[in-house]
């Protein structure tokens, strides 16, 4: 069975500073995984996905993540946090085997950006 | 344009009323879904419609009914509501149906309150 694990529930940064929120997920096939934002009493944004193609994908806004198979792992990162980027962010496993039909959602990671 | 819409954004009803909730997307995606988000943020699937076939049926009080009357449209009933109702309703469609590299779009949210 797929599950997806966000290791940190909320993260703390300054603003300027590097951004890292961490994932992990668990797939007996190769998954496509998804990163999404939500900003305060908004519906959900895809910020980038992987999907077998390069490891290291980039999204909107400056993010990007990299899909280690090895350590089973797809975190995000960015070089500098915004004020803007203070946000609940979500980590998604879809299941690459037909007949299953359902995302897998992290419990969340809430980003504070301190200034 | 709205990618998908949902109506109303707020919802303020006493328990035991009926109310609905009405979703459209204009991307020409062939399934839809219905999340259910609690207060710590889990989000919780509950329907899913593939060209208006039902497709995932969570463990969802019988009191919810979905009703899709066209590809573009998936609608939420909810009959006699209780207090524990009470959350952000999400409504998203995709491409296809989970298994592939389809990345979920999301409405704005439909807040529930039951008083």
């Known amino acids: 069975a797929q599950s997806v694990t966000q290791l940190d529930s909320h993260v703390s940064v300054s603003e300027g500073t590097p951004v890292l929120l961490r994932c992990n997920y668990s797939?007996?096939?190769?998954?496509?995984l998804f990163w999404y934002v939500q900003h305060p009493n908004k519906g959900l944004q895809l910020l980038l996905k992987?999907?077998?193609?390069?490891?290291l994908v980039k999204g909107i806004n400056g993010f990007e993540a990299e899909f280690k198979k090895s350590e089973t792992s797809f975190h995000l990162t960015k070089p500098s946090a915004h004020m803007s980027d203070a946000a609940e962010y979500f980590c998604?496993?879809?299941?690459?085997?037909?007949?299953?039909?359902?995302?897998?959602f992290g419990t969340g990671t809430r980003l504070k950006v301190l200034a | 344009d709205t990618a998908v819409s949902q109506t109303p954004k707020y919802l303020v009803t006493q328990m035991g009323n009926d109310k609905s909730i009405k979703c459209e997307q204009n991307?020409?995606?062939?399934?839809m879904y219905w999340y259910k988000q609690d207060s710590k943020k889990f989000l919780k699937i509950m329907f899913s419609?593939?060209?208006?076939?039902?497709?995932i049926n969570e463990t969802v009080p019988n009191r919810f009914s979905p009703k899709s009357p066209d590809k573009a449209h998936l609608n939420l009933h909810i009959n006699s509501l209780e207090l524990g109702d009470s959350a952000v309703y999400f409504c998203?469609?995709?491409?296809?149906?989970?298994?592939?590299?389809?990345?979920?779009?999301f409405g704005p949210g439909t807040r529930l309150t039951v008083t």
């Open positions: 998203a469609s995709s491409q296809d149906l989970a298994g592939g590299s389809y990345e979920q779009y």
């Open positions: 797939s007996s096939y190769s998954p496509s």
């Open positions: 992987y999907t077998s193609a390069a490891t």
């Open positions: 998604v496993v879809s299941p690459s085997t037909s007949g299953t039909y359902k995302y897998i």
């Open positions: 991307l020409g995606h062939d399934t």
């Open positions: 419609y593939n060209n208006k076939e039902l497709i």
